[in-house]
C-alpha cells in the first residue's frame, strides 16, 4: 500500500502544507484540508482502510499496530480537522470517535477523577443530564449554570473542567469564550466548548482560548446526515494523549468508511455552510415578520439577544433557527404541512429538518418550540414551503 498518505507511501506528507494553511482562505483549506502529497497513480483522497490488524513483524511499535488504536483513515481525517480547527497550527491534534457522545465523554472521563468538580450548562444537548448522573456516580461534583449571561462563570470557582456549548441547543443562546476562557483560566480550569452548531468555519474555540474544541460531526460537519462521528481537538499534546488513550480503552472507534466519508464531506463544507447560513438568516428574518411565531432565535438576526456576543467570537452563525407556534397542535399541523422539510432530530444537514423539539421531553422548551435546520435547497422555494406552512397550520 503506497502513497496513503500516512507517511507509509513513496513519499512521506510530514508538514505537507502546514506552513501556508494559515494564509490560505477557508474555501481553499477545506478543499484541501488534510489530503496527502501527491503520488503518482494514487488517488487525491485515498479510500478506507479496512483493517483490524496490520502487519506487525518484531517490536510491536507503531504507527499502525491495531486497529482500535489507529488507522490511516483516521490518521488523514484528523490532520484535515485540526487544519480547519486550528488553522496554521501544526502543533494542534484531533482526536476522531464514533459519535459526538464518544468524544464529549473522551473529554469529561479523561480529565476527571472523584473529587473534582466539573461545570455544564443546564441548557446544553439532552443528553448531557444522563452524563452528568454518570459523573455524579463517579464521585464528581456536577454544577450547572446557563448559558446567557455567561452564568456559568458564577460557580466556577474549584472546579476542574468548564464546559461549554455555544451556541446552546436548542436555545441557541450564546457565552463570551473569551471571557468565560480567561475566568477559568485565572482559577486554574480547563474549558471544553461544544462547537457542534457552529462547526470550525463558524467559530474557533481553540483561538478564544479553549482547552478543547469538541464536536458531534453526525451534523454540519459532515453535513448529509448518513454518518454518526465525533471529534475532540487540542492545542496541547498531553490533553490530546489523554483523550487519545480514552478512546483506545472504551473503543469508541470510528468506523474507517464513516471517517472516509466524512473527509470526503469536508471539500464541501465551505459551501454548504455559506448557504445555508444565507438561507437561515432569511428563514429568521421572514420568521419575525409572523404575529404566530414567539421566541425567535438565530444570533445572526441583529436583534437577537446573542447577537452583540455572537458578531465578536463567530464567523457564521449556524444552521439552526429556534421559535416556538402558540401551541403542541399548531406545530405538529406545521411540521405536517412542510413539503421541502423532513419531520425528523438532529441538524446541519443538506436536507433541511424541523421538528417539535418538546417531543423528547429533555429540554425546558414550550409545547410549540421548533427547532428548525436550514439545509441547501434554494432559499425561495424553502421560504414559499415554510411560509405556505404556516398559513395552513392557522
Ligand atoms: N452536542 C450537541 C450540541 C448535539 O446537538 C449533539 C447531538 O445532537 C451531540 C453533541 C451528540 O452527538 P452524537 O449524536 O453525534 O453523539
Redesign the pocket.
Known sequence: MTGDGTGRGERQHEGHGEGHAGAYGEGTRAVRAGLPEPVKYEPTLPGPVFAAHYHLPGEPTGPYTYGRDENPTWTLLERAIAELDAPGEPGARTVVFA????A?SAVLFSQLSAGDAVVLPDD??Q?LPLLRERLQAYGIEVRTAPTAGDAQLSVLDGARLLWL?TPS?PGLDVCDIRRLAAGARARGALVAV?N??ATPLGQRPLELGADFCVA?D??GLTGHGDV???HVTCRDEELAAGVRRWRKVVGAIPGPMEAWLAHRSLATLQLRVDRQCATALALAEALAERPEVSGLRYPGLPGDPSHAVASGQMRRFGSVVSFALPDRARAERFLAGLRLVDDAT?FGGLRSTAERRGRWGGDAVPEGFIRFSVGAEDARDLLADVLRALDEAS
Open positions: 459519535s459526538g457522545m464518544a464529549i446544553g444537548y443528553a456549548e441547543n461544544d457542534t452548531l458531534s453526525t451534523k454518526l462521528l465525533g438532529s
